[in-house]
């Protein structure tokens, strides 16, 4: 962690200025190493001013050793840190690097009191009970979901999830998954994993509020908002109905080709899927009293959730596209990848950006963002067909073709310069196989079969279409047969 103390402003996240050691009021620095270990780390530097100024240190060879013995016993337990000598314009500073601990919480011993302090912002403060909890719960490697709850299992059903399962894999659920799936332990407990996925979950905060509002805004009117429902039950209860919420607010347009028509949906399915499920699997259940909420606008849903990113660091500032997974809730995401929900590698930030891009109107005004805090995290998707209204009136009336809800989407509809008709859903189904090949290398059908919940008789149906229409080759015999994209 080497830092070029002239270029620090300010006080930051990372970064601590002090003057001079202060050997009296030892509080005053010790809070910091307590908070940087506490967090995502940081350095603690001595000898130079909050605006800057390079002042130096008398005895920094005494100054070095009377920290070390102060971390020693004033921190519990002990940091992992890096203490240095640096030069600058001919004066000493002692540089103090604190990294992030994997034992935590640390606490500051003093005046009698035990305190954690953790980073927000630029000041070191303490702990609350809540964020005591989840010190706690890290530093043993734990995790909320692995917990056992106060709930028995004897008294829970499991209906929708082993339903799900069968369906979306073929496979059957047997009753000694219910333990390699962390749904109960060794004992035969009810995790809290296990608590969120029964069929009527107990831990009441689990729930979802959508609304569609009336407008941009939730400013009141004549009419504050078009629909609402407070979904609860079992986590995978609130996202198939979280899904069906966004589904019946919005709208699919499509434009007309020689081979049919583009599909041109205000919200990519993907998309949608990505943020809730992240949402439910990510969100912090150590909060209470707090829910996910889905919002929709005339122009972009916004959906919320309870806890920032399981670091601490801020989403906005790091490349969305390279972003290591850290799971909050391990066990409710393996589940949810067993169920064909989510990819076990995390890349779901990727997969909303991809989707986007794909779409007919996408512009860089359109990229999905992602905001977050120490304790909340927002995903806000752009509605693609929102301005595209305001300049409908510049394209022909042939290549426009009024808006069709989604439970319309199996209807055919005949095509001019076209030799068949071809179904909404069904150029819905090809457009999300080529955009998976395009984040893919290649697919077998069976990866069809999972991606769009159909049988193989379908998925080889779609695949032959593809190929038809020039945009996929297939490789290798029937039985090891794969598919991937033709490049141009």
């Not at 019946?248 to 990505?274: F, H």
Request: with cysteine.
């Amino acid at each position: 962690m080497q830092i070029d103390p002239k270029k620090l402003i300010g006080e930051t996240t990372e970064y601590d200025k002090k003057r001079s050691v202060e050997t009296k009021q030892v509080k005053s620095w010790l809070k910091s190493v307590s908070a940087f270990a506490n967090s995502s780390g940081g350095t603690l530097i001595w000898g130079i001013t909050n605006e800057n100024e390079i002042i130096g240190l008398e005895d920094a060879e005494s100054d070095a050793e009377f920290i070390s013995e102060t971390i020693k016993t004033k921190i519990d337990s002990m940091p992992s840190i890096n203490l240095r000598f640096h030069m600058e314009d001919n004066k000493k500073l002692i540089l103090l690097d604190v990294y992030a601990g994997k034992e935590t919480p640390y606490y500051y011993v003093g005046e009698g009191n035990r305190t954690a302090y953790i980073r927000l912002g630029n000041e070191s403060v303490p702990a609350d009970n809540i964020t005591l909890k989840r010190l706690v719960l890290q530093g043993a490697n734990r995790s909320y979901d692995s917990l056992v709850s106060e709930y028995n299992f004897e008294n829970m059903a499991f209906t929708k999830l082993r339903s799900v399962y069968k369906y979306k894999t073929g496979k059957n659920f047997e009753d000694n998954d219910y333990e390699s799936w962390g749904i109960i332990d060794e004992k035969g407990n009810l995790t809290n994993a296990g608590a969120l996925l029964a069929d009527e979950s107990p831990i009441r905060h689990s729930r979802v509020f959508c609304t569609r509002w009336n407008g941009l805004d939730k400013a009141h009117g004549l009419l504050d908002a078009i629909d609402d429902e407070e979904y609860s039950g079992g986590l995978v209860n609130l996202l198939q109905d979280s899904i069906k919420f966004v589904e019946r607010n919005t709208k699919k347009s499509w434009r007309k080709t020689g081979r049919g028509r583009i599909e041109m949906p205000d919200y990519p399915d993907d998309a949608v899927l990505e943020g809730i499920v992240n949402a439910l699997i990510h969100r912090d259940y150590l909060e209470l009293g707090s829910e996910v909420h889905i919002d929709m606008f005339d122009n972009r849903i916004e959906i919320y959730s309870p806890g920032g990113m399981p670091d601490g660091r801020k989403v906005q500032d790091l490349d969305l596209r390279n972003v290591s997974s850290r799971r909050r809730n391990p066990i409710i995401a393996d589940i949810f990848n067993r169920l064909k929900y989510m990819d076990r590698r995390g890349s779901g930030f990727k997969k909303i950006l991809n989707s986007y891009e794909f779409q007919e109107h996408y512009t860089e005004d359109m990229k999905p963002e992602f905001r977050s805090s120490s304790s909340e995290f927002w995903l806000i998707l752009k509605n693609l067909n929102y301005n595209f209204k305001d300049t409908s009136s510049s394209l022909s009336k042939e290549s426009i073709v009024k808006k069709v809800p989604i439970k319309n989407a199996d209807k055919k509809v005949p095509i001019k310069n076209a030799d068949k008709k071809v179904p909404i859903k069904a150029q819905q189904q090809l457009e999300r196989i080529f955009q998976y090949l395009s984040e893919q290398s290649e697919c077998t059908c069976k990866d069809v079969c999972a991606l769009l919940e159909v049988k193989e008789r379908r998925a080889r149906q779609l695949l032959q279409e593809l190929q038809e229409q020039g945009r996929i080759e297939a490789i290798g015999a029937n039985k090891t047969r794969r598919y991937r994209l033709i490049k141009k």
